[in-house]
């Protein structure tokens, strides 16, 4: 984890995955953009006051979408401040109705973490952050009510989850639909408009080469479009580092048994690879450990991206 002032009272928090990076604008009403992972509120709570920012004093919090990893302190802070939070248009509908399959959360078997959403900010939005200017770009693609945010005078382009330096965050069609790879390069070319100097991703270190990062992203979807099931292995790849990451250390055999069972990997087989549980699960396992994201320890695993 580490904190960076990026211009006056404006903090950058870096997290380890799983959590999404955050920000913290400091001030009598602080405002935040994001708030992590719903099992790190209360580190998340300890760094946002580490910063001199009190939680029960927030004012607002804008998400950039409703992923349980970035919105999950959220409830936490509401109850105790009363603050308002604005999501997208969208991700407003998604937390109006509860849905929880659009937030991915019933997918992910994640816990419920909902809170009240006060407005949806539309595409083209000028919205504050404390006392900063963000223009709210909406850019579904990884997920169906991404905004990013972009401040113009610091061209600091906050890009959440649909710009990452290298890697790429997860498309899901089962939950995004069979265009979402479409909409991700329509979103990257949104991206490319601006003029940004500094990007902060949700997750990762911040990088300045925005066009680089943009033309190996639109590289790597192409290359989804074009051998479909080379998505299918990297869906199949981040949801296991994922679960296991938010499990820690789990004997293997228990961990294999859990992920045969659940939802996410047998409609991710099924949709890419006709129902070939086992041989995938071990095909996958084997390829993450080769590369040292998955480390054993006896007869439990863990991921390596757990300790740093
Ligand atoms: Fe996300």
């Known amino acids: 984890m580490s904190a960076v002032e990026l211009f006056e009272d404006f903090f ?37 006051r580490d910063l001199g920012a009190d939680p029960a004093r927030v004012g607002r919090i804008v998400n950039t979408h409703t992923h349980y990893d970035h919105c999950g302190a959220n409830r936490v802070i ?9 999501l997208s248009v969208t991700g407003k509908h998604f937390m109006d109705t509860r849905d929880d399959w659009a937030m991915w959360w019933r997918y992910h078997e994640a816990p419920d973490g909902y809170f009240h959403c006060a407005r949806g900010i539309e595409d083209g939005e000028t919205v504050r952050i404390g006392r900063y200017e963000f ?47 479409f909409c991700q390069l329509e979103s990257l070319d949104r991206l490319a408009g601006l003029d940004a100097a500094l990007v902060c991703p949700g997750h990762g270190r911040p990088f300045t080469d925005a066009g680089a990062a943009i033309d190996r992203a639109r590289t790597r979807v192409r290359r989804f479009l074009a051998h479909p099931e080379k998505l299918g292995a990297d869906t199949v790849k981040k949801i296991l580092v994922y679960s296991l990451l938010t499990r820690g250390p789990i004997e293997a055999e228990a961990f294999e048994a859990e992920c045969l069972a659940s939802n996410w990997f047998r409609e991710t087989v099924d949709l890419y690879f006709d129902g070939r549980y086992e041989s995938m699960y071990r095909r996958t396992l084997e390829g993450l450990a080769g590369r040292g994201l998955i480390q054993r320890d006896g007869t439990r695993i863990y991921s390596a991206l757990m300790t740093s």
């Open 135 to 181: 223009e709210a770009r909406c850019t579904p693609g990884h997920a169906g009510d991404l905004l990013v945010l972009y401040n113009r005078k610091h061209r600091l382009l906050i890009s959440s989850d649909t710009l990452w330096e290298n890697d790429m965050a997860m498309i899901n069609v089962r939950v995004e639909g069979s265009r979402a790879l």
């Open 78 to 86: 509401q109850d105790r401040s009363g603050c308002e939070i604005l």
């Open 12 to 48: 950058f928090i870096q997290r380890d995955f799983l959590t999404g990076n955050h920000f913290v604008c400091r001030g009598p009403e602080p405002a935040l953009i994001d708030t992590g992972f719903i099992a790190d509120t209360e580190r998340t709570l300890d760094l946002i």
